[in-house]
T-cell receptor, first 116, second 111 residues
């Protein structure tokens, strides 16, 4: 059973370009979370999605950031017109449809975005 | 607001025992998680506590006191490969709600 997959692992964009990050949850998992980790900072929640639904986007910046989890295919985190401050590691996590009481989240390897 | 505190760095010797503390102040509480993260890698799940007391899992144990807003992760028989960042995270609502993470404690194990 493959783990959470993210691609690309490293992404370099120039200021003003768009960044598109992909996440394929573990097989059987229908809950996806995106987190951002800045250098010397903890993981910060961005958005929680289920298939075709955004459940909680309270951690998403109001502008330039969007996320989707379509019926078919991976979840996508999209950052438009990137700025240097967007440089960070972006982690995706997933939880299974039924999970007992812990509802633990399994993390992917992350995408390291560098904005030049 | 949510506030989770843990020490920034700790050092220990191979074979020793180390305790990493975490205190939290959150609007609600529905479980505390510990994750291990090696540099450049994904966080991996270590333990989960929702009731007071100690949960033991091999060389790792985790303790929770809800009344004190306090948890610790205990690592025994330290190995070099335990050098990593240890993340404390709190879930403030039930079910599939999100996690609030501390900044992590970087543990360095020396020979």
């Amino acid at each position: 059973n493959a783990g959470v997959m993210q691609n690309p692992r490293h992404l370099v964009r120039r200021r003003g370009q768009e960044a598109r990050l992909r996440c394929s949850p573990m097989k059987g998992h229908s809950h996806v979370y995106w987190y951002r980790q800045l250098p010397e900072e903890g993981l910060k929640f961005m958005v929680y999605l289920q298939k075709e639904n955004i459940i909680d986007e309270s951690g998403m910046p109001k502008e330039r950031f969007s996320a989707e989890f379509p019926k078919e295919g991976p979840s996508i985190l999209r950052i438009q017109q990137v700025v240097r401050g967007d440089s960070a590691a972006y982690f995706c996590a997933s939880s299974p449809r039924t999970s007992g009481s812990s509802y633990e989240q399994y993390f992917g390897p992350g995408t390291r975005l560098t904005v030049t | 607001g949510q506030n989770i505190d843990q020490p920034t760095e700790m050092t220990a010797t191979e074979g020793a025992i180390v305790q990493i503390n975490c205190t939290y102040q959150t609007s609600g509480f529905n479980g505390l998680f510990w994750y291990q993260q090696h540099a450049g890698e994904a966080p991996t799940f270590l333990s989960y506590n929702v009731l007071d007391g100690l949960e033991e899992k091999g060389r790792f144990s985790s303790f929770l006191s809800r009344s004190k807003g306090y948890s610790y992760l205990l690592l025994k028989e330290l190995q070099m490969k335990d050098s990593a960042s240890y993340l404390c995270a709190v879930r403030d609502r039930g079910g599939y709600s999100t996690l609030t993470f501390g900044k992590g404690t970087m543990l360095l194990v020396s020979p």
